[in-house]
């Protein structure tokens, strides 16, 4: 792995291919663990979570579905705060057991107000998984139950993440260069 220039950053490796596939390896065996018999339905949130659900929904062997929302909170390389509903669920909740799927926890504002937005339909429970954790000195609004990997607060690519829309399909995950600003 080396670096790699997204628009106008600089980004150098922080988590590799091989480690992602044995973390999704472990994550679906926790999945497995407490799912297999209650054919769950997986909500992924679009545009981040679309290659962390793809590798690890294909890795699970009992009956689940999947499905998709769509919402936008995040300008450049800093969150803004609000939070819009692009694209809502269709499916019928009701006495459902959810898991959110995300590529990234930072403040938690994104998946509190899915996770809002999803209980209005009554599902048995809903919980989070998400791929990476930002530590970024406050807890966030809503814990993760499943996690991939917690990361420091550096601004992270690929994978499914991105920059302004840019990076989102490298195969491993990169960290901003210290000092662009
Ligand atoms: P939160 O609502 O503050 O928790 O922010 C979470 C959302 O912001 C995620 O779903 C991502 O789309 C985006 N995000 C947060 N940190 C990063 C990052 O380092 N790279 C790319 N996107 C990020
Ligand atoms: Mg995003």
Redesign the pocket.
Known sequence: MTAIKVKDKDFAPLIGETELAQRMDELAAELTEAYADKRPLFVA?L???FIFAADLLRRLNFPHEISFVK?S??HG?A?T?R?KELIGISENLDGRHIIIL????????????VLRMLELSKPATVKICTL?I?D?GVS??VPADYCGFRIAN????GYG???DGWGRSFPEIY??EEGQE
């Open positions: 949130i545009n981040g979570a919402v909170s995040y390389t969150s705060g939070v995300d590529d990234i926890l930072e403040t938690g504002r994104t998946l509190s107000s990476l930002k970024v966030p609004e550096r601004f992270v690519v993440l991105d920059y960290a901003e």
